[in-house]
């Protein structure tokens, strides 16, 4: 079995805490770990052209997803500490 989905993986997940929270941040990253997984810059051309077709909706799906995570702990950061709703 080979090693490249495991280097992929956490490439991805290293360069996921450097990405700026930017739409399109993340094609350089990917560009990033396709060129240190092995990927020949004739493949990583010609792969960009269907990266940046789907991006747009994913960067959304991401943000979406990073929003609910910093809501979700700010919620319970604020409830471990004793804070209640103001009315």
């Known amino acids: 079995m080979s ?42 051309k010609a792969s960009l052209g269907l990266i940046l077709t789907i991006d747009r909706p994913l960067d959304m799906a991401r943000t979406a997803v990073n929003v609910f995570g910093d809501t979700v702990g700010a919620v319970w950061i604020a409830k471990t500490e004793g804070e209640t709703l103001a009315e």
Not at 10 to 26: E, F, K, T, Y
């Open 3 to 44: 090693a490249l989905p495991f280097i992929v993986v956490l490439l991805a997940l290293v360069s996921s805490i450097g990405v700026a929270g930017i739409p399109a941040a993340s094609l350089v990253a990917v560009i990033i770990i396709m060129q240190n997984a092995g990927f020949s810059e004739d493949m990583i």
